[in-house]
T-cell receptor, first 110, second 114 residues
């Protein structure tokens, strides 16, 4: 079983839609949770960082962590064509090794 | 540009050749990470430096791979006797180490082994 599971999609939504991206994990020691956006042939770009459980909002983006269910989510409101990218979840425990999901490919159609 | 930089951006080599990649982290960042990413997959951790000390290595890092960070600034990743399975994007990331998990990635080096 992989440490982190993420639905690869692809996900296609109309402009303005609310997008929900999710990851599940198996390691209860994970306490740091991140979402990255990656455009084609580019390095990942950090979007959101959350420690432990709870919600965090930044503009159109909201990250949620439910440690009891080992489930994290990223919501994108009012999605834009420029949001079209691959979204990667990542997590770590007290060590320095990050564990990434496989990424979800998102296309926002104008 | 004050972000993480990597050189070269693309490398094509023949099987059996050695290759070396360079990463320049954000200047005040003391932590540096190397990852490998293949198509359709997330980045896989390879190794981690704090200053010049290599503190963690993944079991993915075979003995053909070696990484250095000689003065605690830039880092190099060398792959000896390349194999076709080494074809991937090699990503470098750095962090300040205070909020330790905010890693900032470079653009990557895409390696193709023929």
């Amino acid at each position: 079983q992989k440490e982190v599971e993420q639905d690869p999609g692809p996900l296609s939504v109309p402009e303005g839609a609310i997008v929900s991206l999710n990851c599940t994990y198996s390691n209860s020691a994970f306490q740091y949770f991140m979402w990255y956006r990656q455009y084609s042939r580019k390095g990942p770009e950090l979007l959101m960082y959350t420690y432990s459980s709870g919600n965090k909002e930044d503009g159109r983006f909201t990250a949620q962590v439910d440690k009891s269910s080992k489930y994290i989510s990223l919501f994108i409101r009012d999605s834009q064509p420029s949001d079209s990218a691959t979204y990667l979840c990542a997590m770590s425990g007290t060590g320095n090794q990050f564990y990434f999901g496989t990424g979800t490919s998102l296309t926002v159609i104008p | 540009d004050t972000g993480v930089s990597q050189d070269p951006r693309h490398k094509i080599t023949k099987r059996g050749q050695n290759v070396t990649f360079r990463c320049d982290p954000i200047s005040e960042h003391n932590r540096l990470y190397w990852y490998r990413q293949t198509l359709g997959q997330g980045p896989e951790f390879l190794t981690y430096f704090q200053n010049e000390a290599q503190l963690e290595k993944s079991r993915l890092l075979s003995d053909r791979f070696s990484a250095e960070r000689p003065k605690g600034s830039f880092s190099t990743l060398e792959i000896q006797r390349t194999e076709q399975g080494d074809s991937a994007m090699y990503l470098c990331a750095s962090s300040l180490g205070l909020v330790k998990n905010e890693q900032f990635f470079g653009p990557g080096t895409r390696l193709t082994v023929l």
